[in-house]
């Protein structure tokens, strides 16, 4: 299920006339959600729960369990239900909680209906990550190893890479790196709880659980109308052959003249994986053990199979080793490359303070990271959202740059890493620093956040309701005659003026300077607007003019909006007009 929206089709049941506005409600904001219909409430159940990827049942929770019971086959493949009361108080995950995404359903149903999401995920209750959360397959003794976590007794992690996985408490202790999983005898079967991240083929008891990462792409040559059958036995075999498991298939890749192969494309969405393809040009350009002047006649290029499993999605063979030569048959060529384990680095925008301004896509971030790093008074605002076992790195102000520096390191060392700052982290924040060090060997998440700005311009009105500039009066790194300029320009330019940084004991001279300027090319009577602490405690909104305001009464924590020679006080809240003709 992709928990960032609803499930592609969701079968809304119900037996009464609360229960059916209660569906009525989720259907007009959902437009996949239909009300399911049937001879009785019992069949529209199991019609919704054959045709539909979830549901969503206004019935008594004991009444869902009887009629579902005999339906249910595999939690894999089961759609996701939850239970809403009459009342709508609750919102029950009741199936399919991970696997089929009903804890994130009942959370969405219960914002929806302002219900009481239930969730009662072993995991999900103390703030475990669940694996089967992971968004990679997991195979094995899962429930057991899960219940291990959860219950303090000792796992073994046990990784083939250093892969970027979540945090994961203290419990699970991390072994030096093994590149051969399975055939070390340190490693025997039986041996204490283990988790496993591995592509190879282990075997598995009732201790060992084994996460796939995706590190493997399959390189797939093949001439014109070969048979799927074909290219994915043989996929099948050189995988088998090579101790591999298809479950690690990142990709399939191959050259641009067979993107629309259909043998090809039957075969990746078989194993539910995407193909990637490349033009024959930039197939060329890989080195390979094995290439072909034959080939190379026939597409451009020397190499298809091998060539393409190197470059894999991303263009960069150099992280690739190959681990299976071409290997063909009358109709199709395979080749396998791994990809090394590259470090992820989020870069995670906070919001103003409050938490009911913190996205989702933040909390998500900051729960998938096994480092954390920032400024320590905006680390206390999420601790209480990090996993248990997450790594935080926190330093005081002045350290930017060594911050920035720190998360870039921890991902190029392999790991989950959030660095995080205020507002949006890249206006004024941490993202510009750290992505001047963040090179290709890590991959790079961006999450945005609620500025400063927006934050006090909702508090002020709409001053930002037509072109707007801002302005930091810092000048720690900036000279001032750079931002005196830019002042000027935002004041020639009539633009809504934003101040960040805009006054501190230190620095006690520049807004003033900067308001002199604006005043040069406005009216007096210009509304001015100081918002501190925006959604944060002692918050503080104060409006005056250009001629009015005092300096004194703004800080560091302030957000200075200056208006436009457009900008009103309406009923006290500053409004910059937009311009429409039906004003004039």
Same mark, same amino acid.
């Given at each position: ?138 195979q094995?003794a ?39 999983i399975?055939a ?51 996929l ?42 490349w ?13 072909s ?42 080749a396998?490359?791994?990809?090394? +384990?590259?470090? /992820?680095?989020?870069?995670? &925008? !906070? *919001?103003?303070?409050? %938490?009911?301004? $913190?996205?989702?896509? #933040?909390? =998500? ?5 096994a ?16 996993? +248990?076992?997450? /790594?935080?790195?926190?330093? &005081? !102000? *002045?350290?930017?740059? %060594?911050?920035? $520096?720190?998360?870039? #390191?921890? =991902? ?43 934050? #006090?311009? =909702? ?33 020639e ?8 940084n ?38 503080r ?29 309406v ?14």
């Amino acid at each position: 299920m992709n928990h960032e929206n609803p499930p592609a089709r969701i079968g809304l049941v119900a037996a009464t006339a609360a229960g059916r506005r209660h569906a009525h409600t989720v259907a007009a904001a959902w437009p996949h959600a239909r009300l399911v219909q049937g001879e009785s409430v019992a069949d529209a159940l199991r019609t919704a729960w054959v045709e539909c990827d979830a549901v969503v049942a206004f019935l008594a929770t004991g009444a869902v369990v009887r009629i579902l019971a005999p339906l249910l086959a595999d939690k894999r493949s089961d759609p996701a239900v939850v239970v809403v009361d009459e009342a709508a108080r609750h919102a029950v995950a009741l199936l399919g909680g991970h696997a089929g995404g009903g804890n994130d359903l009942a959370e969405r149903v219960g914002a929806l209906l302002d219900a009481r999401p239930v969730i009662t995920t072993a995991t999900d209750t103390v703030g475990l990550p669940g694996l089967d959360t992971l968004g990679w397959p997991v195979q094995g003794a899962v429930a057991a190893v899960s219940r291990a976590i959860l219950d303090g007794e000792p796992v073994r992690l046990v990784a083939d890479a250093d892969w970027p996985l979540p945090a994961l408490p203290p419990n699970v202790h991390p072994q030096p790196i093994a590149t051969n999983i399975g055939a070390d005898s340190g490693d025997a079967v039986g041996v204490g709880y283990r988790l496993l991240v591995t592509d190879r083929v282990v075997p598995l008891d009732g201790r060992t659980a084994v996460l796939r990462p995706p590190s493997l792409v399959a390189g797939v040559g093949a001439s014109r109308g070969v048979p799927a059958g074909e290219v994915a036995e043989l996929l099948h075999r050189v995988l088998a052959e090579a101790g591999l498991d298809p479950a690690s298939l990142r990709c399939l890749a191959s050259a641009d003249i067979k993107a629309d192969e259909a043998g090809i494309l039957r075969t990746a969405d078989t194993l539910g994986v995407p193909l990637v393809t490349w033009p024959a040009t930039r197939l060329a350009t890989v080195d390979v053990p094995h290439p072909s002047e034959v080939v190379r006649a026939a597409v451009g290029t020397p190499s298809v199979a091998e060539a393409a499993a190197l470059l894999g999605p991303d263009g960069r063979a150099d992280d690739a080793t190959l681990l299976v030569g071409k290997t063909a048959t009358a109709m199709a060529t395979v080749a396998v490359a791994r990809h090394a +384990p590259r470090g /992820r680095l989020a870069v995670v &925008g !906070l *919001g103003p303070g409050a %938490a009911d301004l $913190r996205t989702p896509r #933040a909390v =998500a971030e900051l729960r998938r990271a096994a480092v954390v790093v920032g400024l320590d008074q905006y680390l206390d605002q999420v601790r209480d959202v990090l996993r +248990p076992g997450t /790594r935080v790195l926190s330093s &005081g !102000l *002045g350290a930017e740059e %060594a911050r920035a $520096r720190a998360a870039v #390191a921890e =991902a190029v060392a392999g790991r989950a890493v959030a660095l995080v700052g205020s507002g949006d982290a890249g206006v004024y924040a941490m993202a510009s620093p750290a992505l001047e060090y963040a090179d290709e060997r890590i991959d790079v998440v961006g999450v945005p956040g609620v500025t400063a700005a927006l934050a #006090a311009g =909702a508090l002020l009105g709409a001053p930002l309701g037509h072109d707007h500039a801002y302005v930091s009066l810092s000048d720690l790194h900036t000279p001032w005659e750079v931002i005196e300029r830019r002042v000027t320009a935002a004041a020639e330019g009539d633009f809504v003026t934003l101040f960040y940084n805009p006054r501190s004991r230190a620095r006690d001279w520049q807004l003033g300077k900067a308001l002199g300027i604006l005043a040069a090319h406005r009216p007096p009577d210009t509304p001015v607007g100081v918002v501190r602490n925006a959604s944060r405690q002692g918050e503080r909104v104060h409006l005056a003019t250009l001629t009015t305001l005092d300096p004194a009464v703004v800080d560091m924590y302030s957000v200075v909006v200056v208006g436009s020679s457009d900008t009103r006080l309406v009923a006290g809240r500053m409004v910059t007009p937009r311009g429409y003709r039906w004003r004039s």
